[in-house]
């Protein structure tokens, strides 16, 4: 099996890239942001179907390993999996695991309620060894609840999330009556 592949990004396509290596054309769907002719060095799984080889890259094993735990999930295949990692970043998406945060996950293209459940139910202790660094003994609870009150404020979970969570660890034991000022200020000061 192909384990990485090592080109230059000859065509970007709708999820796929042709990544030119030594003269051969490799169709990769990808969840990542890449530059047309630009050297790409991607880490490959390759899922064969009855009627179908495809290839899934990503810039760091990482994002592999995350893609391979997605799709033990069941109603989870590789296009949702991609669809998931190409709309939420990597250390989005395991915060949102390890703290049960569904509207997260379920803002992915083809990802309801349901199945972001799903996801956190099945992969919520089967990430082991990731670790959820939210700044040592802090309540990672504060982090729900703090998306919650800028979400009831007209912001999009989307657009405050990476915020939150950067808050959330460097304020470690503040509540949501401490981080909800801080977040405010942060936000009117990207503006």
């Known amino acids: ?34 530059s047309l002719k630009a ?5 490959i799984e390759t899922v064969v179907r009855e009627d179908s080889i495809r290839l899934f890259g990503f810039s760091t094993i990482a994002g592999q390993n995350l893609f391979n735990q997605l799709t033990t999930v069941s109603g989870v295949g590789p296009k949702v999996a991609l ?18 945060d569904a509207k997260t996950i379920a803002t992915a293209p083809g990802v309801g309620k349901k199945v972001a459940e799903k996801i956190i139910v099945e992969l919520k202790n089967k990430m082991g060894g990731a670790s959820f660094d939210f700044g040592g003994d802090v309540n990672a609870g504060a982090l729900p609840d703090l998306l919650a009150a800028l979400e009831s404020l007209g912001y999009r979970r989307m657009d405050i999330i990476d915020m939150a969570q950067k808050l959330v660890s460097q304020n470690p034991g503040a509540d949501v009556s401490k981080l909800v000022p801080l977040a405010l200020k942060e936000i009117s000061g990207n503006k």
């Open 83 to 100: 669809a998931i990692m190409a709309t939420i970043k990597i250390d989005t998406l395991m915060s949102a695991i390890a703290t049960g």
């Open 39 to 43: 050297p790409a060095t991607l880490w």
């Open 1 to 34: 099996m192909i384990g990485k592949l090592q080109g230059v990004i000859d065509y970007i396509g709708d999820g796929f890239v042709i990544l030119m290596v030594g003269g051969v054309g490799y169709k990769v769907y990808t969840p990542e942001f890449l």
